[in-house]
């Protein structure tokens, strides 16, 4: 088995705003049963959504000192907005729920990568 990191490519948005509920509702009902299958295959480690670019600090330790700056270490048109940790037997399984989990989100991208070890 090894560990993926499913990650959940999201169009960014301005500061504090979401997509309205009637269109938020049915995509999260849809990824939490992606998740349900994902659990009860056991292949489930751990999951979160994240708050937009806005929110985050980049922190560089240069010449003995911690720099820290507001805003994504790179600016983009999309962003991490979730991700999965998934215990899969091979790739072609975490495809597999990438897949299901892009399906589920209306088509979002979904990058899949492997921890090293």
Do not use: C
């Amino acid at each position: 088995m090894t560990n993926y990191l499913l990650n959940v490519i999201e169009p960014v948005m301005g500061p504090g705003e979401t997509p309205p509920p009637e269109f938020l509702e049915p995509i999260m009902r849809e990824v939490n049963a992606v998740a349900e299958q994902i659990q009860a295959a056991g292949e489930w480690i751990f999951a979160g959504g994240l708050f937009g670019p806005e929110a985050t600090t980049v922190v560089r330790h240069l010449d003995g000192e911690a720099l820290m700056t507001d805003g994504p270490y790179v600016e983009g048109k999309e962003h991490i907005g979730g991700f999965t940790v998934v215990d899969s037997p091979d790739l072609d399984a975490a495809l597999a729920w990438a897949e299901l989990y892009s399906k589920a989100t209306g088509g979002l991208p979904i990058e899949v990568r492997p921890f090293r070890r």
